[in-house]
C-alpha cells in the first residue's frame, strides 16, 4: 500500500487517498510512503479517454497551471481546439511532404504553445470536440479517415491539387469535432480564441522553453529532436541529464509545474499503483545490505516482488550514456505527455516526482496522479517545457534566454 503525508507545500496540495485494500498484505514498514516535500497547484485531472493526444493535455495543463500561479480563476481549456488546429496544420505539411512526414493524433508539448500564439485558446465549453455519437474522445476512426483522405489528395489523380482539398479535409474536422466558432460566449461575454487567449488566457507562448538531454548533439545548443511526434521540426535546448534534473526540481520548488514527455512502456511504469521505477536487476550493483538481502531470493522470486509495487526497491543507477542508448535502440520513445507538480520521498529518503496524468481519475487509487522516481526521470524523460523564470539563472544566461 502507498500512503502520502506533507512535510511542506508550496501552493497547497490535497493528498490522493492510499492504495488498495488488496496490498494490506505487504508490512506496513516496507510499503511506499511518500512524504510531499513541495506541490505546485494544478487543475483536475483530465481524460483523454482513446485519443492519442495525451501532448494537448500535457501542455494544456501546463498552461491552466500558470494561469492559477499567476492569480488568474481556474479555467477548463478546451484540448480539441488545439488537437483541431494542430489537425489543419499537420494535413498542410504533410501534403506539401508528398506523405513522406508523420500525420496522426501525436504530438510535442511544445504544440499548445504553438496554437496559443497562432490561433488562440478556448475554454472546454466552447469546444468540447465531440460530434460523433460518443460522450468520450475515441479517435481510431477519425485518424484513419483523415489519413486516407489525404494519401488520396497526394495521389494527385487529376496531376494537379484541387482548390478544394483542404476545405474538404476541414469538412471532415468539423463532421467528427464540430466546426470552430468564430466567437462565443464565456462568463457572459463574447470573446474570439484570439481575445479569450489575450483576456482571460493572458500566458505569452514566448515565455515557455523547451528541453532535452542527449549527446548525439552538443550540450547548450539547440537541435531538431528526432522523434516522429516533433512534426513541427521544433528545435529543444540540449542540456546534461543532471541539470535536466535540477532543472525541473527549480523549477517545481520556485512554484511552477512542468510539462513532461517520457516513454511508459517499461515494466517499471505501473500507473495503476501509482508508481513508476527504474528496478536494479543486477546483484552485483546493489550496496552490501541489500544485495545480502535480495540474494536469498532466486530470479523468480526476486521479479515477482520487484514488479509487484508493494514496497520501494533498489534502483538502477541511471546515467548519461545509458539515457543515450536507450534512445538510440528505440527503447525510449516518445510516448506519453504528462505534467509534473510536485516532489517528494519515500521512507527510504528517494527522491520521486508527483505527475498528473490525462487518464481519469478512477484508473488508480492517487486520483489520476503517480510518483515517478529520479531514476524513472533520468531515463525515460523525451523532453520538458518551462517557463524561462523556472530555469535556474546560471544555465538561462550560458543560454542566452531573454
Not at 26 to 50: H, L, M, W
Not at 83 to 97: F, L, P
Not at 185 to 197: D, V
Not at 362 to 380: C, H, I, M, R, T
Request: charged letters at 25%; hydrophobic letters at 35%.
Amino acid at each position: 500500500m502507498t500512503t502520502t503525508t506533507t512535510k511542506s507545500c508550496l501552493l497547497g496540495l490535497l493528498l490522493a487517498p492510499a492504495l488498495a485494500a488488496q496490498d494490506a498484505a505487504a508490512k506496513e514498514g516496507d510499503a511506499y510512503q511518500f512524504t510531499i516535500e513541495c506541490d505546485v497547484n494544478a487543475t483536475p485531472v483530465s481524460n483523454q479517454q482513446r485519443a492519442g493526444t495525451c501532448w494537448s493535455y500535457a501542455s494544456g495543463g501546463l498552461v491552466e497551471a500558470e494561469m492559477l500561479r499567476m492569480g488568474r480563476p481556474p479555467v477548463n481549456l478546451s484540448e480539441m481546439f488545439v488537437v483541431r488546429m494542430c489537425y489543419e496544420e499537420k494535413a498542410k505539411r504533410y501534403v506539401r511532404m508528398h506523405g513522406t512526414c508523420n500525420f496522426g493524433g501525436g504530438g510535442a508539448v511544445n504544440d499548445t504553445f504553438e496554437v496559443l500564439g497562432n490561433y488562440g485558446a478556448m475554454p472546454e465549453s466552447a469546444y468540447a470536440g465531440l460530434n460523433y455519437g460518443t460522450k468520450v474522445h475515441t479517435h481510431g476512426e477519425l485518424d484513419e479517415v483523415l489519413k486516407s483522405y489525404l494519401d488520396a489528395v497526394i495521389k494527385n489523380k487529376n496531376r494537379k491539387l484541387s482548390t478544394a482539398w483542404f476545405k474538404g479535409f476541414q469538412g471532415i474536422l468539423d463532421a467528427y469535432l464540430g466546426p470552430v466558432p468564430q466567437s462565443f460566449e464565456w462568463k457572459g461575454q463574447s470573446y474570439t480564441p484570439k481575445s479569450f487567449a489575450e483576456q482571460v488566457v493572458g500566458v505569452d507562448p514566448r515565455d515557455y522553453v523547451f528541453f532535452t538531454s542527449f549527446t548525439h548533439h552538443p550540450f547548450y545548443e539547440q537541435f531538431v529532436l528526432e522523434v516522429p511526434d516533433n512534426w513541427t521540426w521544433s528545435r529543444y535546448w540540449n542540456v546534461p541529464m543532471d541539470e535536466m534534473v535540477a532543472m525541473i526540481e527549480h523549477s517545481v520548488r520556485s512554484g511552477y509545474a512542468v510539462t513532461w514527455a517520457s516513454d511508459v512502456s517499461e515494466k517499471g511504469f505501473a500507473s495503476k499503483r501509482g508508481i513508476a521505477v527504474v528496478p536494479e536487476n543486477d546483484i552485483t550493483e546493489m550496496a552490501d545490505t541489500e544485495r545480502l538481502k535480495w540474494e536469498k531470493m532466486d530470479k523468480k522470486e526476486r521479479d515477482k516482488l520487484i514488479y509487484s509495487f508493494t514496497r520501494p526497491v533498489p534502483e538502477e543507477r541511471i546515467t548519461q550514456e545509458l539515457r543515450q542508448q536507450a534512445f538510440d535502440n528505440y527503447e525510449t520513445t516518445d510516448d506519453h505527455g504528462m505534467l509534473i507538480t510536485g516532489l517528494a520521498r519515500d521512507q527510504n529518503g528517494t527522491r520521486y516526482f508527483r505527475v498528473k496524468n490525462s487518464w481519469g481519475t478512477d484508473y488508480n487509487p492517487l486520483g489520476g496522479y503517480f510518483f515517478a522516481s529520479q531514476a524513472f526521470v533520468e531515463y525515460k524523460t523525451l523532453s520538458w517545457g518551462v517557463h524561462k523564470d523556472a530555469i535556474p539563472q546560471e544555465l538561462r544566461a550560458k543560454l542566452g534566454i531573454d
